[in-house]
């Protein structure tokens, strides 16, 4: 994969974690606009694991995943969101839960 690609794939994976926290602060803490303080946390900590991610090349879902970047606590804290706002992406952002899943096949 190449550098250009390995970027775009972490530019889809930080606008998609960024979208289900959005959703899941919205519909779980009232939040008309921007994200409360413990969701803008939980965000500011994905988009740097994110940035991190030495796996992003070969990534699939971060549950697959052989090296656990999140410390067990903020582990808890978005696997809650995934099941919350995973199902729901669907109904918001379609084509954002395709293109996902299709770059995390192959």
């Known amino acids: 994969m190449s550098k250009q ?6 530019a889809h994976e ?16 009232g939040t008309a606009d921007g994200l ?10 994905a988009l740097a694991r994110i940035e991190h991610c030495p796996m992003m090349e070969h990534k699939t879902f971060c549950s697959r995943c ?6 067990e606590q903020m582990r808890e804290k978005i696997r ?18 395709v293109r996902h899943a299709l770059s995390s096949l192959g």
């Open 36 to 45: 409360c303080d413990d969701c803008q946390a939980l965000c500011d900590y």
């Open 14 to 29: 930080k606008a998609l974690i960024s979208e289900m926290i959005r959703l899941y602060c919205k519909k779980k803490h």
């Open 5 to 10: 690609s390995v970027e775009e794939k972490r």
């Open 80 to 97: 809650a969101v995934m099941r919350f706002s995973g199902p729901r992406m669907l109904f918001h952002h379609p084509l954002a839960v």
């Open 66 to 71: 052989p090296v656990h970047c999140y410390r």
